[in-house]
């Protein structure tokens, strides 16, 4: 008779606690150092995590990545790209407010080519967010069009607008939220009303 494997509380709760110190690791190098390459060594000095305990948590940097990303976003409590235009008309202003209490990490993962490096990992799942929450608008639209409006309202709903409403212009997190809404909805208007005048 096979032995069923035993899973241990006392081996889960350090595995996820040494776990939780290497994605700790990974943000105080994001935010300390901007322009890190993020290696496994530079993961283990700042973690306290040998290099090989690493490596059995993270075959490799993308896994690594791929933890962080969801890790940070698991700390905002709430979804962050749109699944329907309802979406994009509500989740703005929650979200850019949300972003205010990790203005650090936000700022590192636009500066660094390690942050775009992660960004540009969930870049196919991002558009795919996008293309869906438009779709009652978008089908039937001119394929030029509808990207355009696709585009553009991804970068409207994005970290780098609100981070460029917060430094240059000084709003907060709600205020960016709500001109993001203003812009958005101006844009699907202004995509119906197209859409009319050539349906």
């Given at each position: 008779?096979?032995?069923r494997?035993y ?29 890190s390459?993020l290696?496994?060594d ?21 896994e ?5 990303w ?26 850019f ?20 490096m992660?960004r540009?990992q ?5 558009l ?27 970068v ?6 609100w981070?460029?409403?917060?430094d ?15 812009g ?16």
């Amino acid at each position: 008779m096979a032995r069923r494997p035993y899973n241990s509380p006392i081996r889960e709760a350090r595995a996820a606690e040494t776990r939780g110190r290497i994605l700790d690791a990974v943000r105080t190098i994001f935010e300390t150092d901007p322009e890190s390459s993020l290696n496994f060594d530079e993961v283990a000095k700042v973690s306290g995590v040998n290099r090989r305990t690493i490596f059995r948590h993270f075959a490799n940097k993308d896994e690594l990545l791929q933890a962080f990303w969801t890790s940070t976003n698991a700390t905002l409590d709430m979804k962050i790209w749109p699944e329907t235009g309802e979406d994009l008309m509500s989740m703005p202003p929650k979200l850019f407010e949300a972003m205010e209490r990790i203005e650090g990490f936000v700022r590192a993962a636009h500066l660094s080519p390690t942050g775009h490096m992660m960004r540009m990992q969930v870049n196919a799942e991002r558009l795919a967010a996008f293309r869906g929450s438009l779709a009652d608008i978008s089908t039937g639209m001119d394929p030029v069009a509808r990207g355009r409006l696709e585009a553009l309202s991804q970068v409207l709903f994005s970290a780098t607008t609100w981070l460029s409403l917060r430094d240059y212009w000084g709003m907060s997190g709600r205020e960016a939220g709500d001109v993001v809404v203003w812009g958005i909805k101006a844009l699907i208007d202004a995509a119906i009303r197209e859409k009319s005048s050539t349906g």
